[in-house]
């Protein structure tokens, strides 16, 4: 079955890199997704991995993926107090319709 | 386009009464999806459609709750009676179909029920 997980929280001071780490259990995965949830407003996607990569850079997120060890993660370079949010980490698995399973999130604290 | 659309944003009402969530998709998307967000489960899909029909209502937590979308631009969620432990945020988000697209999502209706 499909399941997502991701640790609750992770505090990370302004200008340091922050990792925010996702494990899953499908191995029929097709794609991985990041989205950011603000405060008060819906997850907006951040960016997407197809599974036969194992790296995307785009801009400030850097998003690696270790297939054999089902481990996804995003990398947020100079991490800005405008950047502390909720991170969904979410998987889409092969053979389903548009289902798409997410993790429980990470509440990202940024520090002046 | 305007994206995602969800009315209301917030909704108070009493136990027992029936309150009604709508939602308006992005043109074109084919897919619709329900979703609740609480602290204690985080996000749950309810239920999704594609092409106005129903796929997947396997999340409803029971029958007081019924969706339906009667056309590509419109979709509601009811829940009658509403209770306390009902109080969530709901979600609408939708997506086209097209497998590497990600869902886009409305800015959610807080309901509390007292």
């Known amino acids: 079955g499909e399941d997502v997980e991701q640790s609750l929280f992770l505090s990370v001071r302004e200008g340091d890199s922050s990792v925010i780490n996702c494990t899953y259990t499908?191995?029929?995965?097709?794609?991985l997704y990041w989205y950011k949830q603000e405060p008060g407003a819906g997850l907006q996607l951040l960016t997407y991995?197809?599974?036969?990569?194992d790296m995307k850079q785009d801009q400030r997120l850097t998003v690696l993926l270790n297939k054999k060890d089902k481990h996804l993660s995003l990398r947020i370079a100079d991490t800005q107090t405008g950047d502390s949010a909720i991170y969904f980490c979410?998987?889409?698995?092969?053979?389903?319709?548009?289902?798409?399973?997410f993790g429980t999130g990470t509440k990202l604290q940024v520090i002046p | 386009d305007a994206g995602v659309i969800q009315s209301p944003r917030h909704e108070v009402t009493e136990m027992g009464q029936e309150v009604t969530l709508r939602c308006k998709p992005i043109?074109?998307?084919?897919?619709l999806f329900w979703y609740r967000q609480t602290m204690m489960r985080g996000l749950e899909l309810l239920i999704y459609?594609?092409?106005?029909?129903?796929?997947?209502d396997s999340g409803m937590p029971e029958d007081r709750f019924s969706a339906k979308m009667p056309n590509a631009s419109f979709s509601t969620l009811k829940i009658q009676p509403s209770e306390p432990r009902d109080s969530a945020v709901y979600f609408c988000?939708?997506?086209?179909?097209?497998?590497?697209?990600?869902?886009?999502f409305g800015s959610g209706t807080r309901l509390t029920v007292v």
């Open positions: 043109s074109g998307h084919d897919y």
């Open positions: 459609f594609n092409n106005n029909v129903p796929i997947d």
């Open positions: 991995i197809f599974s036969n990569m």
């Open positions: 979410a998987e889409r698995v092969s053979g389903g319709y548009q289902k798409v399973t």
């Open positions: 988000a939708s997506s086209p179909e097209g497998r590497r697209e990600g869902y886009t």
């Open positions: 499908d191995s029929s995965s097709t794609y």
